[in-house]
């Protein structure tokens, strides 16, 4: 977790001894002829926050409700602390959800909407109320409880349903995009409440979201879907180091990928032979590449820095043409052309005013890495 | 206001006057008159009024007396209460037997529910009447039911269903179902299936889930369909003058007895001026009923 200052790391997917809360074996869910998840196999443990990135319809939503037992696994089982879960009815299990679509009640009150799955439950009559107000004023919908849900926001209604789907604090919640119409401060206080929960509660979430700055804030593991298939799951900073490959790369962040053929030099460098009248990019690899293998070399754009005059300290450099250059407010992205055509983007924080900026449209300039910079990938 | 807009308006009030307003305004009138051996069988008439004395003696000769008459034979109201309890009873009933069907129709698969809904309403596609009269061979002790009923050997003796009260519910509910299924159904089809899915995953049974969601939600539907069938029912005459007994009281009845057997026009027509004003109270409901459902819509 980006945020995580305890002493031993929170990793239990390293353990081989831990058991995971959530199992996914060989799950396979069909609609028709179309296979929305296929083959699927992944642990969650307790205690995690796991985010599903990808894009739009690619399975995510499909999974959670598998999960919460709207639909069955066509094939492949699911198992929920050691138990299967494919009998077991969505009423009966220790689990709720956060709907994309929010489905509150409109014949309800924001209260009573909160309120709805505590009724169910066993809490005494005497407690309901007060965990009621301690959700509402967990999302600051304090002031609404006695409205009805069509008199309220898009946004306040997002937070009904995330307080509904928290009030029962269930041992494992599904949320899915229970973010994404908040504006970006109340999200961000919403991302560190839900951190908050979490910690305190040992809830274990699992949550869709399209924002991967959200998904790096928030999760403790990363999974990457795309087609019903798992591309790479690992915790945030691996999946934006050390991606799997190129959609994984592209997917998270930006990047360039440079296609090359690899010639290994010794143990894990490589030289990577990208351009004819061009000296080899010189990288770093924990997989093994045969001599003349195809690869791409793939760095993120803040690796990659811009100098007006060759830096003589670093492995990789080339020489380039400004082209475009995106203001972003406290960063700047730099499209720079290299002579062969191919334009490389390059990130600089803007820590001087823009009328001293040194570099403008068209000027020559030098781009400069170091061999761990990139990572290099196959596919 | 602009003239556009007063034009309008003008269009549905002067429908409303030329076939509401003004053959209530005849109806009170002959009400207010008194019986008469005539052609037309009351007194005074409008014919012949020159002037303005003429109106003033017109006017002088009508009186309150068949309202007054109303309350001093008990048959009347007697008829007005069995009415009530009738269209009441009747609808509950129409009610317990629509929400099923409308709830089966809006949960089949879509490419059935146009083909449900023909099915619902095709009944009016043929006379009302012929349709009661229908019943009549159904219902008789020589009828379908009963030949169906003793070979099956439920019964051992023909039942007594036609000109009972019982065959006036079963006229009723037959005839105004599509009344109540249809405001039923359209209010269950808007329902949102993620809703259902959200009471369960809070907790509840497929059972608590129809109760606390499926059903407050089609409320509005329900309502709507109660006053459609409540209102007409109220009044209903054929269905009881066809299937109903000797003794089976209904103001619809009396009303034309006193228009066509009685020829008392005068208090056939307070009958019905105070039958009117009976069904306002459930109108006015419905609309609200139908006002506040608009706005919750909004
Ligand atoms: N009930 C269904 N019948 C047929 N196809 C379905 C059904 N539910 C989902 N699908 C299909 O399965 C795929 C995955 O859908 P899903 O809702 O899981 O996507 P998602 O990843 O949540 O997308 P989004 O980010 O847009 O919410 C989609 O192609 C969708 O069309
Ligand atoms: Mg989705």
Same mark, same amino acid.
């Given at each position: 977790m980006a945020f995580d200052s305890g002493s031993a790391a929170f990793a239990p997917w390293e353990d081989p001894g831990q058991k995971p809360l959530i199992s996914f074996k060989s799950v396979t869910k069909r609609f028709g002829n179309f296979t929305a998840i296929d083959n699927l196999t992944l642990d969650i443990f307790e205690k995690e926050f796991f985010a599903l990135l990808g894009p739009s319809g690619c399975g995510k939503t499909t999974l959670m409700r598998m999960l919460a037992g709207f639909e069955a696994p066509?094939?492949?089982?699911?198992?929920?602390?050691?138990?299967? %879960?494919?009998?077991?009815?969505?009423?009966?299990?220790?689990?709720?959800?956060?709907?994309?679509?929010?489905?509150?009640?409109?014949?309800?009150?924001?209260?009573?909407? %909160?309120?709805?799955? *505590?009724?169910?439950s066993d809490m005494p009559k005497s407690e309901i109320a007060g965990r009621v107000e301690e959700m509402l004023s967990?999302?600051?919908?304090?002031?609404?409880? @006695? /409205?009805?849900?069509?008199?309220?926001?898009?946004?306040?209604?997002?937070?009904?349903?995330?307080?509904?789907?928290?009030?029962?604090?269930?041992?494992?919640?599904?949320?899915?995009?229970?973010?994404?119409?908040?504006?970006?401060?109340?999200?961000?206080?919403?991302?560190?409440?839900?951190?908050?929960?979490?910690?305190?509660?040992?809830?274990?979430?699992? %949550?869709?979201?399209?924002?991967?700055?959200?998904?790096?804030?928030?999760?403790?593991?990363?999974?990457?879907?795309?087609?019903?298939?798992?591309?790479?799951?690992?915790?945030?900073? /691996?999946?934006? #180091?050390?991606?799997?490959?190129?959609?994984?790369?592209d997917f998270i962040g930006d990047v360039n990928i440079i296609k090359g053929l690899a010639k290994p030099e010794s143990d894990n460098r490589y030289a990577i032979q990208w351009c004819e009248n061009h000296a080899p990019i010189i990288g770093t690899s924990q997989h093994?590449?045969?001599?003349?293998?195809?690869?791409?070399?793939?760095?993120?754009?803040?690796?990659? @820095?811009?100098?007006?005059? /060759?830096?003589?300290? /670093?492995?990789?450099?080339?020489?380039?043409?400004?082209?475009?250059i995106a203001y972003l407010g406290n960063i700047s992205t730099y499209h720079v052309e290299l002579p062969t055509g191919q334009v490389i983007k390059a990130q600089q924080a803007n820590n001087r005013r823009i009328s001293r900026r040194s570099f403008t449209w068209h000027d020559s300039v030098w781009l400069s890495f170091t061999d761990t910079a990139g990572v290099l990938l196959s596919q | 206001m602009d003239l556009r807009k007063l034009f309008l308006i003008l269009v549905p009030y002067s429908w409303l006057l030329a076939l509401f307003l003004i053959p209530f305004a005849i109806v009170l009138k002959i009400a207010l008159s008194d019986y008469a051996i005539a052609?037309?069988?009351?007194?005074?008439?409008?014919?012949?009024?020159?002037?303005?004395?003429?109106?003033?003696?017109?006017?002088?000769?009508?009186?309150f007396e068949n309202f007054i008459f109303l309350t001093e034979d008990e048959l009347y109201w007697r008829a007005y209460l069995s009415s009530a309890k009738i269209a009441f009873l009747s609808t509950l009933m129409t009610l317990l037997v629509g929400f099923p069907l409308a709830y089966a129709m809006a949960r089949a698969a879509s490419?059935?529910?146009?083909?449900?809904?023909?099915?619902?309403? *095709?009944?009016?596609?043929?006379?009302?009447?012929?349709?009661?009269?229908?019943?009549? @061979?159904?219902?008789?002790?020589?009828?379908?039911?009963?030949?169906v009923l003793l070979w099956v050997g439920v019964i051992?003796?023909?039942?007594?269903?036609?000109?009972?009260?019982?065959?006036?519910?079963?006229?009723?509910?037959?005839?105004? *179902?599509?009344?109540?299924? $249809?405001?039923?159904?359209?209010?269950? #089809?808007?329902?949102?299936?993620t809703l259902l899915e959200a009471a369960e995953d809070l907790g509840c049974s497929r059972f608590q889930a129809f109760w606390l969601v499926t059903v407050p939600l089609s409320k509005p539907g329900i309502i709507a369909g109660c006053f459609l069938v409540f209102i007409p029912a109220l009044g209903e005459f054929v269905i009881p003058s066809v299937l109903g007994g000797s003794d089976t009281l209904m103001i619809g009845k009396v009303l034309?007895?006193?228009?066509?057997?009685?020829?008392?026009?005068?208090?056939?027509?307070?009958?019905?001026?105070?039958?009117?004003? $009976?069904?306002?109270?459930?109108?006015?409901?419905?609309?609200?009923?139908?006002?506040?459902?608009?706005?919750?819509?909004?």
């Open positions: 066509s094939e492949g089982t699911i198992m929920l602390d050691g138990q299967d %879960i494919g009998p077991i009815p969505p009423n009966k299990r220790a689990v709720n959800m956060m709907f994309q679509s929010y489905a509150l009640f409109p014949h309800l009150s924001v209260a009573d909407n %909160i309120a709805f799955g *505590l009724k169910r967990l999302v600051q919908l304090s002031q609404f409880a @006695s /409205r009805r849900p069509h008199q309220i926001s898009g946004g306040q209604r997002q937070r009904v349903a995330l307080a509904r789907s928290l009030a029962k604090a269930p041992k494992l919640l599904l949320l899915d995009e229970p973010l994404g119409a908040l504006d970006k401060k109340l999200r961000q206080e919403t991302q560190f409440e839900l951190m908050d929960i979490q910690e305190k509660t040992g809830t274990t979430f699992v %949550i869709v979201t399209h924002d991967q700055e959200e998904a790096m804030t928030v999760a403790s593991r990363i999974a990457v879907v795309n087609h019903g298939k798992l591309v790479q799951v690992a915790p945030p900073d /691996r999946i934006y #180091e050390a991606p799997n490959s190129i959609y994984v790369a093994a590449f045969a001599s003349d293998d195809i690869c791409h070399f793939a760095i993120r754009p803040e690796k990659v @820095s811009i100098t007006r005059d /060759r830096p003589t300290d /670093r492995t990789n450099t080339m020489q380039g043409k400004v082209l475009e | 052609i037309p069988p009351y007194v005074p008439t409008l014919d012949g009024i020159g002037n303005w004395s003429d109106f003033k003696t017109f006017l002088s000769e009508l009186d490419e059935w529910r146009p083909t449900l809904m023909m099915l619902a309403i *095709l009944p009016f596609w043929t006379s009302f009447l012929i349709r009661v009269y229908a019943w009549k @061979s159904i219902l008789s002790q020589e009828g379908y039911l009963n030949q051992d003796s023909p039942l007594m269903i036609l000109n009972t009260n019982t065959a006036v519910y079963i006229g009723i509910v037959y005839t105004y *179902l599509p009344f109540m299924v $249809l405001p039923v159904y359209a209010a269950l #089809e808007k329902l949102d299936d034309w007895e006193e228009f066509f057997s009685n020829r008392d026009w005068p208090v056939a027509s307070a009958v019905a001026v105070i039958l009117l004003l $009976l069904l306002i109270l459930p109108i006015v409901l419905f609309q609200r009923n139908e006002q506040k459902q608009r706005e919750a819509e909004k």
